[in-house]
């Protein structure tokens, strides 16, 4: 990670996970492992102005479930000493306040990069990791982006780098479920970004993720 020149307060990263909770901090342990790079903030407000056709604003859908809660503790608390062992780097005082696509046409690029935007400046990167929010939400800002969604709105949300860990349709995932989904969003990002043949292997170990 490094602060790009001539733009003060924009840093790039591999990729930003927005969501401190759970379901970041499992999908960011996962891309550590893997050797890939990124920033964990907390999530997107409600943003009451229109936004450009390539800005969206997600809303907050927190969901406790007391089942279990006690679960989920003891996996943060694993989770949590991970990262702060391998110098993850968390942000739990950053919000993410808006996200913006950015297409790289002089690159040649098809695949568009990511600003987050927050209040001490952007983040930029290739991947974006989403933790909260109801699909129908995620359905209106593919729209924003003009994108066609069509019925497989994670393969349309994929295809454009935005990928999603712990977000149900109907009910909250599962704590396992959530891991299980880390570790498949770990493998994707991984894969593009160290391509078959040149794959990083996987460092350090944290049996809770073995699920």
């Known amino acids: 990670m490094s ?5 003060a307060g924009t840093e790039q990263t591999t990729t930003v996970i927005i969501g401190t909770g759970l379901s970041g901090l499992a999908v960011a342990t996962e891309l550590c492992r893997r050797g890939v790079d990124s920033i964990v903030v907390d999530g997107l407000d409600i943003l009451g102005a229109a936004q450009p056709a390539n800005t969206a604003s997600l809303q907050r859908c927190d969901a406790a479930d007391p089942v279990t809660l006690r679960e989920r503790n003891e996996i943060l608390r694993h989770l949590r000493n991970y990262a702060a062992s391998h110098h993850v780097d968390v942000r739990n005082t950053t919000r993410a306040v808006q996200l913006t696509m950015v297409k790289d046409t002089a690159a040649g690029s098809v695949a568009p990069h990511w600003e987050v935007h927050t209040p001490t400046g952007i983040l930029v990167a290739d991947h974006i990791v989403l933790t909260r929010c109801a699909h ?7 729209n924003d982006f003009g994108i066609a969604v069509g019925r497989n709105l994670v393969a349309a949300m994929r295809a454009i780098g935005i990928y999603l860990v712990g977000v149900g349709e109907l009910i909250t995932p599962s704590p396992k479920e959530v891991l299980r989904q880390a570790k498949t969003v770990g493998h994707a990002i991984s894969s593009k970004v160290n391509p078959p043949g040149g794959a990083t292997p996987l460092t350090g170990s944290l049996a809770i993720l073995s699920w």
């Open 3 to 7: 602060s790009m020149p001539g733009n």
């Open 136 to 142: 129908s939400q995620l359905r209106r800002m593919i």
